[in-house]
Protein backbone atom coordinates (compact mmCIF):
# COMPACT_ATOMS: atom_id res chain seq x y z
CA UNK A 1 0.00 0.00 0.00
CA UNK A 2 1.46 3.75 -0.89
CA UNK A 3 -0.22 6.70 0.19
CA UNK A 4 0.51 10.08 -1.47
CA UNK A 5 0.33 13.62 -0.80
CA UNK A 6 0.09 16.06 -2.93
CA UNK A 7 0.76 20.13 -2.30
CA UNK A 8 1.84 23.42 -3.84
CA UNK A 9 -1.06 24.20 -5.90
CA UNK A 10 -2.82 27.75 -5.87
CA UNK A 11 -3.60 30.18 -7.62
CA UNK A 12 -1.14 32.20 -9.94
CA UNK A 13 -1.52 34.07 -13.23
CA UNK A 14 -1.00 33.13 -16.75
CA UNK A 15 2.59 32.99 -17.65
CA UNK A 16 3.19 32.40 -13.91
CA UNK A 17 4.81 29.10 -12.48
CA UNK A 18 4.50 26.56 -9.92
CA UNK A 19 5.63 23.62 -8.25
CA UNK A 20 3.93 20.72 -7.32
CA UNK A 21 5.43 18.02 -4.70
CA UNK A 22 3.76 14.23 -4.39
CA UNK A 23 4.88 12.49 -1.19
CA UNK A 24 4.90 8.62 -0.68
CA UNK A 25 5.00 6.64 2.23
CA UNK A 26 6.14 3.21 2.10
CA UNK A 27 10.25 2.13 1.83
CA UNK A 28 9.56 0.97 -2.53
CA UNK A 29 8.72 4.54 -3.68
CA UNK A 30 12.01 3.43 -6.17
CA UNK A 31 10.34 1.12 -7.51
CA UNK A 32 7.26 2.89 -8.43
CA UNK A 33 6.56 4.43 -11.89
CA UNK A 34 4.96 7.67 -10.99
CA UNK A 35 2.37 10.15 -13.06
CA UNK A 36 0.84 13.40 -12.84
CA UNK A 37 -2.84 13.21 -13.81
CA UNK A 38 -5.46 16.25 -14.16
CA UNK A 39 -9.05 16.68 -13.96
CA UNK A 40 -10.66 20.38 -14.99
CA UNK A 41 -14.25 20.76 -13.99
CA UNK A 42 -16.79 18.99 -16.71
CA UNK A 43 -13.72 16.88 -17.87
CA UNK A 44 -12.51 13.72 -17.92
CA UNK A 45 -9.40 13.03 -15.85
CA UNK A 46 -6.30 13.43 -18.09
CA UNK A 47 -2.39 11.63 -18.41
CA UNK A 48 -0.05 15.05 -18.48
CA UNK A 49 3.13 13.17 -17.40
CA UNK A 50 4.98 9.94 -15.88
CA UNK A 51 8.33 9.55 -14.85
CA UNK A 52 10.00 6.02 -14.63
CA UNK A 53 11.54 4.61 -11.59
CA UNK A 54 15.19 5.66 -12.12
CA UNK A 55 14.00 9.29 -13.31
CA UNK A 56 16.06 8.19 -16.73
CA UNK A 57 12.65 7.87 -18.43
CA UNK A 58 9.86 10.83 -18.93
CA UNK A 59 6.70 11.29 -21.02
CA UNK A 60 4.25 14.19 -21.47
CA UNK A 61 0.83 15.20 -23.21
CA UNK A 62 1.66 17.07 -25.98
CA UNK A 63 -0.82 19.97 -23.94
CA UNK A 64 2.42 20.45 -21.44
CA UNK A 65 5.18 19.34 -23.47
CA UNK A 66 7.69 22.02 -23.29
CA UNK A 67 6.23 24.00 -20.11
CA UNK A 68 6.14 21.07 -17.65
CA UNK A 69 8.69 19.11 -15.85
CA UNK A 70 8.03 15.90 -14.11
CA UNK A 71 10.90 14.61 -12.05
CA UNK A 72 11.74 12.91 -9.03
CA UNK A 73 13.96 12.45 -6.22
CA UNK A 74 13.73 8.79 -4.31
CA UNK A 75 15.79 9.73 -1.56
CA UNK A 76 12.61 11.82 -0.29
CA UNK A 77 10.29 9.41 -1.70
CA UNK A 78 9.07 12.42 -3.77
CA UNK A 79 8.09 13.19 -7.51
CA UNK A 80 7.46 16.52 -8.57
CA UNK A 81 5.83 18.31 -11.23
CA UNK A 82 7.25 21.81 -12.55
CA UNK A 83 4.81 23.93 -14.23
CA UNK A 84 6.10 26.72 -16.15
CA UNK A 85 4.03 29.38 -18.60
CA UNK A 86 1.04 27.93 -17.29
CA UNK A 87 -2.46 28.70 -19.20
CA UNK A 88 -6.00 29.35 -18.31
CA UNK A 89 -6.57 25.63 -19.73
CA UNK A 90 -4.56 24.25 -17.09
CA UNK A 91 -6.41 25.16 -14.77
CA UNK A 92 -7.50 21.77 -12.96
CA UNK A 93 -6.93 19.13 -10.14
CA UNK A 94 -3.87 17.60 -10.32
CA UNK A 95 -3.39 14.33 -8.98
CA UNK A 96 -0.40 12.08 -8.16
CA UNK A 97 -0.29 8.28 -9.25
CA UNK A 98 2.22 5.45 -8.54
CA UNK A 99 2.18 2.12 -10.28
CA UNK A 100 4.03 -1.29 -9.95
CA UNK A 101 2.58 -3.78 -12.06
CA UNK A 102 -1.26 -3.91 -11.41
CA UNK A 103 -1.30 -1.85 -8.71
CA UNK A 104 -2.63 2.02 -8.50
CA UNK A 105 -2.22 4.71 -6.04
CA UNK A 106 -3.69 7.67 -6.29
CA UNK A 107 -3.59 11.07 -4.36
CA UNK A 108 -6.31 13.06 -3.00
CA UNK A 109 -5.67 15.84 -5.37
CA UNK A 110 -4.24 19.72 -5.27
CA UNK A 111 -6.04 22.33 -7.02
CA UNK A 112 -4.21 24.85 -9.53
CA UNK A 113 -6.14 27.50 -10.85
CA UNK A 114 -4.52 30.14 -13.45
CA UNK A 115 -6.38 33.30 -13.53
CA UNK A 116 -6.21 36.82 -14.44
Known amino acids: QVQLVESGGGLVQPGGSLRLSCVAS????????MGWFRQAPGKEREFVAT????????SYADSVKGRFTISRDNAKNTVYLQMNSLKLEDTAVYYC?????????WGQGTQVTVSS
Open 97 to 105: NAGLGSSVF
Open 26 to 33: GRTFSRYV
Open 51 to 58: ISWSGGIT
